[in-house]
Structures are given as C-alpha cells and as structure tokens.
C-alpha cells in the first residue's frame, strides 16, 4: 500500500471517528412519549434526497454554498428536532453516493456508517448508486442499518438477488400509527454504465406505486402511505416524473423525491386519479437542506391536517 494512502486512510480513520462520536448521541429516537388517547397525534416525516457523498461542509471559498451541508451539522438538527417530537421518521430519497472524494476511495462505507448512526429509517435506489455496481451496494449493505425500498427494479439477475434488506414496501410503527413507505426507481439506461447495470430490469413505476399503494391501503391498513422515488420532480417531455406518477396513481400521500436535485420551498400539491390531494416535496442536493413534513391525526388515526417546513444546513 502507498504512502499517500496509508495517510489518507489513517485521516479517514481519524475524522470518521471523530464525526461517528458527534453522530452517536443521535441513533436514539427521542421522547417517544405516547400522547393521550384524546389528544392529536404528530407524525414528524424528516427526508433528504441526492447527498452524493457530501460528508463535510461545501469550503468557505465555494462560490454558491460556502460552508453550507455536513453530516455532523445535520445529525445535530436532526438530534434537535428528535428531542421535540414523538413520532419521527427519517427518509432518503437516493443517490447517497458519488459526488467527493470520500465515494472514490472508501466507496459507500462511511455514507451508510454516518447514515445508520443517524437514526435513518430507510431510502430508495438513486442511479448513482449503482455507479459501482450491485456488487459494491452488496459490499457496503453490512454498514447499513436501515431498509432499502424498490418495487419497480428487478434484481434477481443481480448480485442483490434474494437480500433480505431489500423490500418492495415497508410498515413502520409510530405511535398508534401504521405508515407504509414504498419506493420506486429511474430507468438506468444512459444514466449507469452497462457494466454496472447489468442484469437490472426497469419495470413501470407507475403500474408498481399503484400495485403496492393498494396493498398498504386495504391489504395492510395503513394509515398514512409515502412514496420514495428517484424519477425526478417534473420535466418538458413526458417522461415520468413525481408530478406524472402523482396524478397516475392513488393511495399515496406523499412523494419525497430526488434525482433532478429541486429545491422546492414547500409541497407541491396535486390531485391523484381519484381527485385526493397528494403533495410532492424534495429538497435539493449535497445535504443542503433537511426537509420537514408534519401529519396531524385523529384520536382514531384519521390524517386531519399537515405543515412543512425545511432546513437550511
């Protein structure tokens, strides 16, 4: 092994730990007080989407986000808001990896490591985080501690075949709450080189939200239903996109999404193919932000209202 990356290890060692000791008092989950019977329950729904391997701060001398971004300054927001908030469920949109150096020498390990010690719950595949290969994702799935989720990819020619942390949808237990997230992918042609690409199948993801949406609805009973998707918000052409699968589909609630790297100040609110209202968010790229969706339920788990709000990092 060289010099230079014998030194670069031993001070990715060094700030990994260091960073790791900041993160660690954010793996727990907070107050989790259970509210009384006759009260509101809040759902605090925490999201961000297309990281790409920003560890630390954009520098002070960047010309657009000077020392904006950082996992350490979002672990202590997200530390913060835990501390406030009963009921907290964190989610990413995808493409954690590729975009620093930290993803060409240590290829995922420190992004899952960092992500797991912050309490995330679960993400989607973005294309950047095939860029590797399914093998790479497989190498680096040890570090993970939280839940992939894809209904509309085939992995069965993949070294992914058969993983266990990998599901087409996923039920988590709030409170009194049951909330069912699924997740949905971009086709990969022209985006992932054919190498890594190789054995992936992209199947309609507007057939699959509907396919799952309705399992969580009626089959599962959930309360409240989230999509996490990799298409990206909107485009000219017609394209799939957030706002096309939101209008496609129904049971869906929310769409957190990435890959077209929009910073949207709040929801964008649509009607779905029943004419109920489905709000569409994501929150730009590298970290910047921390997105915030809060849902108000009845005594009797009946969704009565939402707010939102995002974070500048």
Not at 70 to 85: D, P, T, V
Not at 121 to 135: I, S, Y
Not at 183 to 196: H, P, R, S
């Amino acid at each position: 092994m060289s010099d230079l990356l014998l030194q670069n290890r031993r001070e990715f060692i060094k700030y990994s730990a260091g960073l790791a000791a900041t993160l660690y008092g954010t793996s727990a989950f907070g107050n989790n007080k259970a509210l009384p019977k006759n009260e509101q329950t809040v759902l605090t729904i925490l999201y961000t989407n297309d990281t790409h391997s920003r560890i630390e701060p954009f520098p002070a001398n960047d010309a657009k986000y000077a020392g904006e971004g950082g996992f350490s300054k979002r672990a202590r927001l997200i530390e913060s808001i835990r501390k406030n908030s009963a009921h907290v469920l964190l989610l990413d949109a995808g493409d954690i990896f590729q975009g620093t150096p930290y993803f060409n020498y240590y290829h995922g390990e420190l992004e899952y490591k960092l992500m797991s010690l912050m309490g995330y719950d679960a993400t989607t595949f973005g294309n950047h985080d095939f860029d590797l290969g399914c093998e790479n994702i497989l190498k680096q799935m040890p570090h993970a501690g939280f839940d992939f989720i894809n209904c509309n990819y085939n992995l069965n020619d993949t070294a992914l075949a058969g993983n266990k942390k990998i599901l087409p949808y996923k039920i988590y237990k709030k409170g009194p709450l049951k909330i069912g997230v699924l997740g949905v992918g971009i086709d990969l042609e022209n985006l992932v080189d054919k190498k890594y690409a190789n054995g992936i199948i992209y199947n309609d993801p507007i057939f699959n939200a509907n396919k799952i949406s309705s399992i969580l609805r009626y089959d599962e009973k959930c309360d409240y239903i989230i999509c996490l998707s990799h298409l990206g918000f909107r485009y000219d052409t017609k394209k799939i996109s957030d706002v096309v699968l939101a209008t496609q589909t129904k049971n869906i609630d929310l769409i957190i999404g990435g890959h077209t790297h929009t910073f949207l100040e709040k929801p964008y609110f649509t009607s779905n193919s029943e004419g109920k209202e489905v709000s569409v968010t994501q929150v730009g790229w590298a970290g910047i932000w921390l997105g915030q969706v809060e849902v108000y339920f009845t005594a009797n788990n009946k969704k009565i209202s939402h707010s939102a709000n995002k974070h500048a990092i």
